[in-house]
């Protein structure tokens, strides 16, 4: 989740906390007769007449207008809570000079799919850094032709995940390839 839908939700969930907690003291205080020693002016009863608002012509429209208005807060509100699965930018080792260092996982994958990719054997391929079950992980797709040498494919994926634990921190990866064969063999061109 972001930082700002987080200080979104700090602030309203406090504003929301407080209006409650004030309306339960005062409902509670008007009920025991607290309300009355600290709000001497304060009515016995709550007479509301709600045929004033409700017969107005503007009524409809506007309480429409509150729907849409609280239809599409309420979708951001969900959107902007939904799990995202794709990473930032990593923490690399810290070297001999203080700061700080960071890579972004998303183009040296991409690099790795390409090189993967340039493979006789292998029709496509991509690549992304996700957050699997509380792990980072660098997962590998990639398509084969069903006349490939399997052991030849895993090889040269070893070969690209050894190249790629150069550029990322290893230590905070994990990584998965997931091979797919073709049903039948394709006859097209190979487009790089």
Do not use: N
Not at 13 to 23: K, P, Y
Request: aromatic fraction near 4%; charged fraction near 20%.
């Amino acid at each position: 989740m972001r930082r700002s839908v987080l200080a979104v939700d700090r602030v309203l969930l406090l504003l929301l906390g407080l209006v409650l907690v004030v309306a339960g003291v005062a409902a509670v205080g008007w009920q025991v007769g607290f309300l009355r020693d600290v709000w001497p002016s304060a009515p016995d009863q709550v007479g509301v007449d709600s045929t004033q608002v409700t017969g107005a012509s503007s009524y409809p429209l506007l309480l429409a207008l509150a729907g849409v208005v609280l239809v599409v807060l309420g979708l951001w509100w969900l959107l902007a809570h939904l799990p995202r699965r794709s990473v930032g930018p990593l923490r690399l080792p810290a070297g001999g000079r203080p700061g700080r260092l960071q890579v972004d996982p998303g183009p040296a994958v991409a690099a790795a799919a390409e090189v993967l990719a340039e493979d006789p054997d292998v029709r496509a391929a991509g690549g992304a850094v996700l957050r699997d079950r509380g792990e980072l992980v660098v997962r590998l797709r990639t398509t084969v032709e069903p006349t490939a040498s399997l052991p030849d494919v895993v090889a040269t994926c070893d070969r690209v995940l050894a190249d790629l634990s150069r550029v990322l921190p290893a230590d905070q990866l994990r990584s998965r390839v997931e091979i797919s064969v073709l049903r039948k063999p394709t006859d097209e061109p190979r487009v790089r």
